[in-house]
């Protein structure tokens, strides 16, 4: 997330129980030493039916300050394991061999794409950050937020690999 000369770098991977397994939120300024955010805590929002993000919100719980909040608009999706080599199609691999100056493209109807395969799917949107701090100052920035929610997360009610009740994305 870049707000002006300040870039807000976030890492959270966890177990379906909420456990972490990985997490970072640190404020990067030119000139200072990065800023340790506390532990961060995420609420995604998802289309009815669905593992697609629609928006998130962060909150950065720093020890002895009042809490950051950071709203998360969503504004164009990328799939990264749709078409880019990542190992969902069986035709197109990184690395693997097509040929001579091959050039290939793939389009895909989102729609059309089998909820299973999209939960295997990192998705990274381009966003705009809308930055509360403990002043009342609100701060809009944009950049990139990366998300999946794979297999069961209970925090979400996904208890499955793929719920019975997910259709496919909007």
Request: charged fraction near 25%; hydrophobic fraction near 35%; charge should be negative.
């Amino acid at each position: 997330m870049q707000f002006g000369s300040d870039t807000i770098v976030v890492i959270v991977q966890e177990d379906d129980t909420g456990r972490r397994l990985l997490e970072e939120a640190i404020r990067i300024r030119p000139d200072t030493e990065p800023e340790w955010l506390g532990r961060p805590e995420h609420a995604l929002r998802f289309a009815p039916g669905t593992r697609t993000v629609t928006s998130a919100t962060l909150t950065f719980h720093r020890p002895g300050r009042d809490p950051l909040v950071v709203e998360c608009e969503l504004l164009v999706a990328n799939l990264l394991a749709i078409g880019t080599g990542y190992g969902l199609e069986p035709d197109w691999r990184h690395g693997m061999w097509q040929g001579d100056l091959v050039v290939q493209s793939l389009r895909r109807d989102t729609r059309e794409i089998d909820p299973a395969t999209l939960m295997f799917c990192p998705t990274d949107h381009l966003a705009r950050f809308h930055l509360t701090g403990g002043d009342g100052r609100a701060v809009v920035g944009t950049g990139l937020f990366e998300v999946a929610v794979i297999g069961p997360h209970r925090q979400y009610g996904f208890t499955g690999f793929v719920d019975a009740d997910e259709t496919r994305s909007p």
